[in-house]
């Protein structure tokens, strides 16, 4: 058994947040990725590992970094998960190329060390930004050959190459294109749900991430295929005993942080899958010939309670983590590092509060969440057990018991929210190895079950609170139940699209935790992020939201589609869109912004609090696309206001080109530059500059030996010269700084 020693823990997320689940997402599922959060830092293990060793593993998998010196590498410390003290390595390296940096981190796991992940920024992948170097079919190629440096890669096979679009939602145009690729790992030619490997290709075919699983399956057991029931039966089975309701559905992009509801019709029942060979059921805690009872939805307090606080304070937040957090040993001390306020991943006002637990030779620290105006706890994950080593308590209360503790700890600290929620309508999931009951508490909106949001909270066996995360999307209005499709419509649509994967997956823990179980997962409407809008009775896809829109033009329609789809040009309806026609500043200023930096409302510090147009207050639509502009340095501030209505001229926009890559200066010296076109007089003196620079970067090229500098800018244009901005943008290396 190692002797651990913790160091410091990386919180990776403050929360939880899942849209519909698919077939064979669960609770289960949840209070892994819950888990995964948290990750466990050492100081020191009975193996010794060195900065060499992990080098040389690197350089023999990867040979073309072999260019990288020692010194360009940095070792971490080692670390573990919760439930899992596999042992695994962080190296990372950094170094200028040709006067732009790289990047690069790799993970290694296991007393052979293995690399089980990867992440790569190149120097220089201008050849991989739209228009990309490399397709999808031939990057999936490039995938499939570096697949085969893996071990066992023949048993792997492609998932889901089809279900995902080409173009990436709210990409800009100075970031490199990448394709995403899942690979999983099969016997007996059936997929194991959890051997994969991820590859991501960049635009120019450079493989720049991968994952994968490092279990071992060489000492497991496994179901016997031919002994599975038939397809038929199973399904027959699934028809006549599951059933669907209404449930709000949350669609969260955590890339933008926009929130869209949808009510939809989804299975009331806590099932994952079937087994293939018994026919039961299996749920969150294994396998079970009957299926789990529908209980009823019960709020877990009927009337709003009091809040913690009304007026809570920096100082009582203080007060409130020195009891939650402390550790009784003369050996530990907490220290409160610091307490912001500040908004979360939910757009809530929170007080957060950054803390470690110091110890001689190290200490353990995360952050806890509370609300800024009630003082509820929004976010606490334990970390006493681990800094004093007391891995499990000695009493082990039963499942009822420790879901009177977890709704004791609720109403004690996470009051004000509890009449938004209802009990956990499927079992508990029991961590065995550890001790430790999960819980879920799912939202309720106008008395209809909110897919998306919920309250998590974990128990330790004797009683004792592990963590409580509240995920509470702000919703303002919820879509009406007046015209749904019935519900026995809805049913049928269901069932007609209903289908199977046979897949091997594990049981979890117990005497079985080494055994493969064969299972047969539903799947409606061939697509496993399926849902059925239940007002227009309809299929819709988490995966593809949107129908992708395609319009036609002689010179600019991939550029045209790539901007539409990948939501940096907005229009209402493609169908009557004209490219032609003429673009207005404001239009023209959102795409060029939108293709440069992201464009984000809701995260934390983004938010510009100047105004730097009199006419363009923080309520206007384009506030933050102009505030953003302004502090590119695209517009200037000599006028009071700016007209987004009026048309945007070749001059203006060779003026807001040059801005845009930092040369105003040299622009502004106009007298060293000599315009030969044959309308070079009607170009402004001031823009002499800027006008020359524009048309030697080959941004805006002259028709005819004339630059048109008065010509409107039609969309079509705009679309062409942006995408050759972006490339000069990225070549010069100009960072955003967001705040």
């Known amino acids: 058994m190692r002797s651990l020693r913790k160091l410091g823990i990386l919180t990776l997320s403050t929360g939880l947040s899942i849209g519909i689940l698919a077939p064979g997402v669960s609770a289960t599922s949840l209070v892994k990725d819950h888990q995964n959060n948290v990750q466990i830092q050492i100081a020191q293990a009975e193996k010794v590992v060195t900065k060499n060793e992990l080098i040389k593993k690197f350089r023999e998998f990867l040979p073309q970094f072999n260019y990288l010196n020692d010194s360009d590498f940095h070792m971490g410390s080692g670390h573990h998960f919760p439930g899992d003290d596999t042992i695994r390595y962080d190296l990372s390296f950094h170094k200028k190329v040709n006067g732009k940096q790289e990047y690069g981190y790799v993970s290694f796991v296991g007393e052979q060390l293995e690399i089980e992940n990867f992440n790569y920024q190149p120097a220089n992948a201008v050849d991989a930004l739209f228009p990309a170097k490399v397709t999808k079919e031939k990057a999936k190629e490039v995938a499939e050959a570096f697949l085969k440096k893996f071990p066992q890669s023949s048993e792997y096979q492609l998932l889901d190459f089809g279900l995902y679009d080409y173009f990436p939602s709210t990409q800009t145009l100075t970031e490199p294109i990448s394709y995403s690729f899942s690979f999983e790992r099969t016997k007996n ?145 907490l220290r409160i590092e610091s307490i912001n306020e500040e908004k979360n991943h939910n757009g809530q006002e929170i007080i957060n509060i950054q803390y470690m637990y110091e110890y001689r030779n190290g200490g353990s620290g995360t952050n806890l969440e509370l609300d800024k105006h009630t003082g509820d706890i929004i976010q606490y994950n334990d970390l006493k057990r681990d800094v004093l080593e007391n891995k499990k308590g000695s009493h082990t209360i039963s499942s009822k018991e420790a879901l009177e503790q977890a709704v004791k700890y609720l109403k004690q600290y996470s009051p004000s929210y509890l009449h938004n929620y209802a009990m956990p309508l499927g079992e508990a999931n029991f961590e065995d190895e550890r001790g430790i009951y999960h819980f879920i508490f799912p939202r309720v909106e106008n008395d209809i079950l909110v897919n998306g949001d919920h309250i998590f909270v974990s128990v330790y066996a004797d009683g004792s609170l592990n963590s409580l995360n509240v995920n509470r999307s702000d919703i303002k209005n919820w879509p009406s139940t007046d015209k749904v499709v019935p519900k026995e419509k809805a049913e049928a649509k269901f069932f007609e699209q209903l289908s ?59 550029e045209l589609n790539y901007l539409i789809n990948a939501g940096i040009l907005d229009i209402e309806d493609v169908k009557t869109f004209n490219p032609d026609a003429s673009i207005t500043k404001g ?31 923080p309520e206007h639509p384009l506030y933050q696309v102009i505030e953003r502009a302004v502090t590119l340095g695209i517009l200037d501030k000599e006028k009071d206001t700016f007209n987004p209505d009026e048309h945007l001229t070749r001059e203006e926009l060779a003026v807001w080109y040059i801005r845009a890559l930092q040369l105003d200066q040299a622009a502004k010296n106009q007298g060293i530059y000599q315009l030969k076109f044959a309308d070079a007089k009607d170009v402004q003196p001031e823009n002499i500059g800027f006008v020359a620079l524009a048309h030697s970067l080959n941004l805006l090229s002259a028709n005819k030996n004339n630059f048109n500098p008065d010509q409107k800018v039609t969309y079509a244009q705009l679309a062409v010269s942006n995408v050759r901005l972006a490339h000069e943008f990225y070549k010069k290396g100009i960072e955003i700084h967001y705040y």
């Open 587 to 617: 239009a023209a200023i959102e795409m060029i912004t939108k293709s440069l930096t992201r464009i984000h409302d809701g995260f934390p510090g983004q938010k510009n609090k100047s105004q730097s147009f009199k006419n363009i207050p």
């Open 500 to 558: 199977l994967n046979l897949q091997y997956v594990k049981e979890g823990s117990g005497q079985n935790k080494d055994h493969y179980r064969l299972v047969y997962t539903p799947v409606f409407n061939k697509n496993p992020y399926s849902f059925l809008d239940a007002n227009k009775g309809e299929w819709n896809s988490v995966v593809n939201k949107k129908n992708r829109q395609v319009i036609s033009h002689p010179s600019a329609k991939e």
């Open 189 to 333: 030619k059936v997929p194991i749900s959890d051997q994969q490997i991820h590859i991501t290709v960049l635009g120019n075919g450079v493989v720049s991430n991968f994952y994968r699983s490092t279990k071992d399956i060489g000492s497991q057991s496994f179901d016997d295929v031919t002994k599975a029931l038939p397809e038929n039966k199973i399904i027959s089975k699934i028809k006549e005993d599951v059933s669907i309701d209404l449930q709000y559905k949350i669609d969260f992009d955590y890339r933008t942080g926009d929130r869209h509801v949808n009510l939809v019709y989804h299975p009331t029942s806590d099932v994952l899958s079937v087994h293939a060979l018994s026919g039961e059921w299996q749920t969150a805690n294994g396998f079970s010939a009957e299926l789990p009872k529908e209980k009823k939805i019960e709020l877990i307090s009927a009337q709003p309670l009091g809040p913690k606080q009304t007026n809570f304070s920096l100082e009582e937040a203080k007060a409130l983590a020195e009891t939650l957090l402390k550790v009784d040993s003369n050996d530990i001390k």
